[in-house]
């Protein structure tokens, strides 16, 4: 059994990631300031022994005993991330400090959950880790993008100035159960408004592509990084390389709900990537193999079902 520190674990990705550490037979901590986090989100687990919940800030410093810290608090979609940029901004970098220097102190190993968001509005498709991406240090979403890249920057120093045993992903876009309704990302958006027979509203002209992956395919990859051999730090992306324009997700969803809602087109935000496609040749390499096994229709499917057990 490890001691296992999760920061933002009641989170849609966190809470997913809490269940199947305490399947696996660890104890987890589960460390969240319920900014976008929810505590329904981990109901099914507090009568868990094993499973202990702390509310906090990660801007503040955390003292425990654990063996590994998976860092995944920040907001992350962009109706949350810009509500407050600058605490935004300081989740990831103060967030990384913290966890960094609990990990240093106390020897853990420690994970960053990072994103595509670092390669920004890509010159290069599909991105592969050696991209350095295409970021506006200044824009709207920087708070975010920037944030996440200084905080890969912390990660590789700690672990080059004080030996600190780290691992980088970088998360594709992610769906599933637990996801905010109101969170501002894709398809969350798309399935709320067909469910409520709502207009489904497309930014751009839905030209533009996104690769979607099911939430039990990133927390495998997650755990398998975290197992993997000391010497790989990453960063390693984790997506599903399967590329589908935002008209073709609409679709998809309009048909899987029965939905009558009419699909209307508003303009695109500012730095909002057109294309986005993780080359995943890396993960498959260093990660025992590991690749999507959920593709779109059968992860939407759940979600949809989650979905209208909460609206």
Known sequence: MKRILVTGGAGFVGSHLCKRLLDEGNEVICLDNYFTGSKSNILDLLNNPFFEIVRHDITEPYFAEVDEIYNLACPAS?????????????????????????????????????????????????????????????????????????????FVDYHLQNNVDIKIIRIFNTYGPNMNPNDGRVVSNFIVQALKDEDITIFGDGSQTRSFQYVDDLVEGMIRMMNSEKEFLGPVNLGNPNEFTMIELAEKILQLTGSKSKIVYMSLPQDDPKQRQPDISLAQEKLKGWKPNIELEEGLVKTIQYFKGII
């Open 78 to 154: 962009p109706v949350h991330y810009q509500y407050n940029p600058i605490k935004t901004i300081k989740t990831s970098v103060l967030g990384a400090i913290n966890v960094l220097g609990l990990a240093k102190r106390v020897k853990a190993k420690v994970l960053q959950a990072s994103t595509s968001e670092v390669y920004g509005d890509p010159h290069v498709h599909p991105q592969s880790e050696t991209y350095w991406g295409n970021v506006n240090p200044i824009g709207l979403r920087s708070c975010y993008d920037e944030g996440k890249r200084c905080a890969e920057t912390l």
